[in-house]
């Protein structure tokens, strides 16, 4: 295979590919929220994360690293660090070789290969605890290419899968696992993301997307059931929240936004609680004891 | 229009993925597609344009529905537009489900278990209702539960086939539900229906930013490829709690919504739908949200963009 991407990965202790069936479910949510509490699990940890969706990045504004460039070294790409100084938190997204946000990438198979490509074997990855690699929805161009570009380092891959609780992402999530199985990419866990949603004003809670399908699916397909996280309006703004830095910011497009506060804020929300769990699960799962256990997955 | 063979991601300087130098220039050095212009295929326009031409000629309007991110409710409204349409018993409606690794029309249109029959004049749309035709790749797999792991050319040999190959008959309108994204799918929809012609996109957004600046994305391919943008709908755009009837923003639409965005782009804002838990389980069961729910604020949502987008295209005649 590729011996620089082996090279490249080669002190990355685990990769972990957040994948969903159906789009929209809230990987790249989950993906931040991961990687957040990743880093959060120990003072030293070092946690990157990668973003595949090549058309439609949302990586970088969730982290609040929107319009940053990628500087290029003798040795590579840089990874924007969402951490700035203490460079423990890495970002990487096609987002930051966009000349302008609002350009397309329109681009086919090949094009995307070649650049899920460039993003393992040309980027200075370093020395890493965890990379989290989020996924555009479906089983197509970017998985195979992901998977085929990580096969040298394939007893380090896991995934995490993401659904929404109704019959319409449920259908897809299946898909979603026929894919792992295909493929033999051991499954760490399921999430189920906007299960219920509290109303502000009363407290009563509306199952918008309906509940417990992904714990009721994990039962029947014998998976770990992570855990289940409400649709935290304080997240979603949260993660939308740079966007005003960000329009105001635009004349200087290199001036940090603040990703610091954004990771400080999100430990106040609900929601970080409920990550806490499911990282310390992921982080359990992934001792090299349980994962060998896992492995016939 | 020069070079009308550079594919738009060429590299600089690419001589054209028609010419007798294709994949042999300098220029093609390092492009991701060199192979496969070098090879000895044969070069020139697909065999299957004249043939989805044909089917085309009698299909009077053609929309897409797009949206950039996913989960924001392409397939749940290209179901009601579907509906809407078939309820005036003199239209024929077909839609064509070009989300190949993720199909969810067949669910949200309750057909989920039906399969695809043959006949001499090719593949037969799965019918809802006499005048609402259906195609989708998940008619053609043998269990839900089986992953399609296509890459990008046998996806787009299926969408030709669905265009070439299914009996659609006469059709008012044929509407296209699309996966999330700017890739192969949308390329090949829209190079194989450039020729019989588009009528229009509609792209299906929520207020949040991160979805916005998807869309805003969608734009730009839909300007480059030269799809009219026939308006934005806002979808799950505040909830009513069914308890104490206060409005809530879910998705905040913290940078003035799908509102501004049309302003700044010069397109029209078809409409907001307000998140209803009860379209999400219509969906999951299969049945019309429209026909169930005729009270609810969000069918009268529904019913007003599909009416404005009728309004739209009548004003100008047919396309072809």
């Known amino acids: ?14 990769i972990i590919i957040v994948l969903s069936g159906k789009g929209g479910v809230g990987k790249s949510s989950i993906s931040v929220q991961l990687a957040w509490s990743l880093y959060s699990s120990s003072p030293t940890a070092r946690v990157a994360i990668l973003d595949v969706d090549l058309t439609g990045p949302s990586i970088p504004r969730m982290m609040g690293v929107d319009g940053h460039a990628v500087h290029q070294s003798t040795d590579g790409w840089v990874p924007v660090f969402v951490d700035r100084e203490k ?3 890495g970002c990487m997204s096609v987002g930051f070789l966009l000349k302008r946000k609002e350009d397309s990438v329109v681009w086919r198979g090949p094009k995307k290969n070649a650049m899920i490509r460039q993003f393992l074997s040309d980027v200075r990855w370093g020395e890493l605890d965890y990379l989290v690699i989020d996924t555009p929805p479906g089983t197509s161009d970017e998985h195979l290419s992901l998977l085929e570009h990580l096969a040298p380092v394939h007893e380090r891959l896991s995934s995490v899968l993401v659904t929404t609780p109704q019959v319409v992402a449920l259908t897809d999530m299946a898909k979603c696992l026929s894919f792992t199985r295909t493929v033999n990419l051991p499954v760490l866990g399921l999430i189920e993301n906007m299960s219920g949603y509290v109303c502000p004003c009363c407290g009563e809670i509306s199952n918008i997307f309906s509940t417990g399908g992904g714990e009721e699916m994990c039962k029947r397909d014998n998976l770990t059931f992570l855990g289940a996280l ?36 999100y430990h106040a929300t609900t929601s970080s609680k409920i990550m806490q769990d499911i990282t310390q699960k992921i982080i359990q799962a992934l001792q090299p004891s349980s994962l060998t256990s896992n492995h016939e997955i | 229009m020069t070079g009308a063979t550079v594919p738009e991601n060429a590299p600089d300087h690419c001589p054209g993925v028609e010419s007798e130098q294709a994949g042999k220039a300098d220029a093609c050095n390092g492009c991701a597609n060199q192979e496969i212009c070098a090879s000895d295929k044969p070069k020139g326009p697909d065999p299957a344009l004249p043939l989805i031409r044909e089917r085309m000629r009698h299909v009077k309007r053609k929309i897409l529905v797009l949206s950039g991110k996913g989960g924001v409710g392409k397939s749940t409204f290209t179901a009601q537009l579907g509906w809407a349409f078939a309820a005036d018993e003199n239209f024929q409606t077909g839609i064509m489900d070009v989300d190949i690794c993720g199909p969810s029309i067949p669910t949200i249109l309750g057909i989920a278990n039906e399969q695809v029959h043959s006949s001499a004049s090719g593949w037969s749309p799965v019918y809802v209702q006499d005048n609402l035709g259906v195609m989708s790749v998940g008619f053609m797999l043998p269990s839900a539960k089986d992953a399609v792991m296509w890459r990008g050319p046998k996806k787009n040999g299926l969408i030709a086939q669905f265009l070439k190959d299914v009996d659609w008959g006469e059709l008012d309108w044929l509407v296209v539900d699309t996966p999330p994204g700017t ?8 190079q194989y229906l450039k020729e019989s012609g588009i009528d229009g996109a509609v792209l299906v957004t929520t207020p949040q930013e991160v979805a916005l600046q998807d869309v805003r994305r969608e734009i730009d391919f839909c300007r480059k490829v030269g799809v009219r943008i026939i308006g934005l709908v806002e979808n799950m755009a505040g909830f009513v709690c069914p308890n104490c009837k206060n409005t809530s923003e879910i998705f905040r639409p913290t940078t003035g919504g799908a509102a501004r965005l049309a302003k700044e782009c010069g397109i029209e804002l078809l409409g907001s739908v307000p998140l209803d838990p009860r379209i999400g389980k219509s969906a999951d069961y299969g049945v019309s949200f429209l026909d169930e729910y005729p009270d609810s604020p969000a069918t009268t949502a529904f019913l007003d963009i599909i009416d404005r987008i009728q309004e739209i295209l009548d004003k100008e005649g047919p396309s072809s």
């Open chain 1, 1 to 14: 295979m590729n011996p620089s991407i082996s090279n490249r990965l080669q002190n990355v202790k685990h």
């Open chain 1, 87 to 89: 460079s423990r938190l």
């Open chain 2, 183 to 190: 890739s192969d799918e949308h390329l090949s929809v829209v």
């Open chain 1, 230 to 265: 409400p649709i935290d309006t304080q997240l979603v703004e949260l993660l939308d929240a740079s966007a005003e830095q960000a329009t105001s910011d635009t004349s200087q497009p290199d001036k940090p936004i603040d990703s610091v506060s954004l990771y400080q804020r």
